[in-house]
């Protein structure tokens, strides 16, 4: 019987208290944080989308050949003698035009691989996350500064070098005979070369 | 009253009545629960820390306007095995049930549907007829979760009117009247005239009856709680077991008959509280009007108190609502079986003996 009462009594107590502790959170700040307007401050090195510095780029498709979801294409063209292509921020000269450097976003896992053998620092992750499309293809993203015009400019212009230089190859092989001996000592010295990479 | 000035009015006896009935639906209901809509979302979200709609009008007064609107333009689904003719009426027979119970509660001295001798017991009786409602809604539906809601909410709400019965007992046995003008009228004047404080006798009396009210007033805030299917004694609707209890199958206007008639019975439950416990419609302090001599003005202040305690109990409902988890089916039935009737018995035994002294 005493057990009932306080039963009884336990009960509507506890249920003041439950109604107490309510209560004060209805004059509690919200946490809440509205969104569009409002955002989250991320972490100061937080990884989103890449953004790639075409004046350092210098082609050299480390970062292709790093991604695990192979999400970025590198096309180069080799540059002709003549041209000047300038130099990159850290002073490596630039010897290849970058006729295409996508990156699939909607491959890319965000995963940061890219970024840590690029020898010019150019690629890099980007605190942007807000970059949804409707289209998965406008998910690619183009970074190459060329034009296509620019593009099969770049091309013609190297096949013609190419040409004039098979050109002159074959002048010059025609006229004397070249040293057959050189040729097989680089296929022996390249494994010497590879086990201390190893 | 009103009913009077309209029939002399309009010379036509009808058409004043029909105007008499409509009123408590567009003066006080759907009003009541277009805010009741809002404030519901609102309590709820600064209770959680949450803001809650803020998109629609400022800090969104608006949402219920836009969750009308949803509602109206949804489409009235009818799965093709339900029981059709039952399966339409069951919506307005729940909202019937909450209605009706307005037409005899005192929104002032003068607004009232019917100065009914019974109003009392009126009120108990025809809000007990959204079991019917209910339980047609289940059945009818063809779907085992409405069936399961309906089944518990008959279980729920038929259990539940003995606690509350048995304190309206008590307090009829202290008034002697089930006429809720007379009894509103009763606790006039001052605060401490209010049932809840014993009564306008003064004595002994007065003072011995205050902790026997205060217990009375819990128990049937208790178990009209959950006769209108609220948190903690919502297992009708369940939405964790049962996704949405007996209003599964509906959808578009039939939904917000159920929605409304929801929100209905929660004022009229809490209007009821106020007007037998904490003089209905009566100032707590006397009156403005009387003060300056202005006649016109104890209506709109006795609807200005009537409103603050009925919104007050309703906030209550709300609170509670977002305090306690939900009640087992068996804790359900042990709370009104083995705490709640016992404790009104002896309760109006005592209330009884009190006044026969």
């Known amino acids: ?198 | 009253m009103i009913f009077d000035t309209l029939s002399s009015f309009l010379g036509n006896e009808i058409i004043a009545g029909i105007i008499v009935a409509c009123l408590p639906l567009f003066l006080v209901i759907l009003p009541y629960a277009i805010a009741a809509v809002l404030a519901e979302r609102k309590v709820s979200a600064y209770m959680q820390d949450r803001i809650g709609p803020n998109r629609t009008g400022f800090h969104g007064v608006l949402q219920p306007v836009a969750d009308v609107v949803k509602l109206m333009l949804k489409e009235d689904i009818v799965a093709s095995n339900v029981d059709k003719p039952l399966f339409n009426i069951a919506p307005l027979l729940v909202f019937t049930g909450s209605y009706a119970a307005f037409a005899a509660i005192p929104f002032t001295s003068i607004f009232i549907g019917t100065k009914l001798d019974l109003g009392l017991i009126y009120i108990l009786a025809v809000s007990s007829f959204v079991v019917a409602g209910i339980l047609m809604g289940g059945w009818s539906s063809n779907n085992k979760y409405s069936l399961i809601g309906a089944m518990r909410s008959a279980a729920q709400i038929i259990s539940y009117e003995i606690p509350t019965f048995l304190v309206v007992v008590t307090i009829i046995i202290i008034t002697g009247t089930t006429n809720l003008t007379v009894l509103s009228d009763y606790q006039t004047s001052y605060f401490w005239n209010w049932m809840i404080l014993g009564g306008p006798s003064l004595g002994v009396v007065k003072f011995l009856l205050i902790p026997f009210m205060i217990v009375g007033f819990v128990i049937i805030y208790i178990s009209t709680l959950a006769e209108v299917n609220r948190v903690p004694f919502d297992i009708p609707e369940a939405e964790s077991e049962l996704v949405a209890g007996f209003h599964t199958e509906y959808s578009g206007m039939k939904f917000a008959m159920f929605f409304l008639a929801e929100y209905a019975n929660m004022f009229a439950v809490s209007a009821l509280i106020a007007t037998v416990f904490f003089g209905g419609y009566q100032s707590p302090f006397g009156y403005l009007g009387n003060l300056m001599g202005i006649k016109w003005l104890i209506p709109l202040e006795q609807l200005f108190w009537f409103s603050v305690k009925g919104l007050f109990f309703v906030f209550v409902q709300m609170w509670l609502r977002w305090t306690l988890p939900r009640l087992r089916v068996d804790q359900l039935m042990t709370v009104c079986w083995k705490y709640l009737i016992p404790f009104a018995f002896v309760n109006l035994l005592i209330v009884g003996l009190l006044v026969v002294l």
Not at chain 1, 56 to 65: L, M, V
Request: positive net charge; proline residues 8%; contains cysteine.
């Open chain 1, 1 to 198: 019987m005493k057990q009932y009462f306080l039963d009884t009594w336990s009960s509507i107590w506890t249920v003041l208290v439950g109604m107490k502790i309510t209560f004060k959170h209805l004059f509690t700040p919200s946490v809440t944080i509205q969104y569009p307007e409002v955002k989250v401050e991320l972490p100061e090195r937080a990884r989103h989308r890449l953004y790639v510095n075409m004046d350092d780029c210098i082609g050299c498709d480390q970062c292709a050949r790093a991604c695990p979801v192979s999400c970025i294409t590198i096309d180069t063209v080799k540059s002709v003698a003549g041209e000047d292509l300038g130099k990159t921020s850290n002073g490596k000269k630039k010897v290849l035009w970058v006729t295409k450097f996508d990156i699939d976003f909607a491959k890319c896992c965000c995963c940061q691989l890219c970024v840590f053998p690029c020898p010019t620092e150019c690629i890099k992750m980007t605190p942007v996350y807000e970059f949804s499309e409707y289209e998965r293809e406008n998910l690619i993203y183009s970074f190459s500064t060329l034009t296509p015009a620019e593009v099969a400019e770049k091309k013609k212009n190297f096949e013609k070098a190419e040409a004039e230089k098979a050109a002159a190859k074959a002048a010059a092989a025609a006229a004397p005979k070249p040293a057959p001996a050189a040729k097989p000592a680089p296929a022996v010295s390249k494994p010497k070369e590879e086990n201390p990479n190893t």
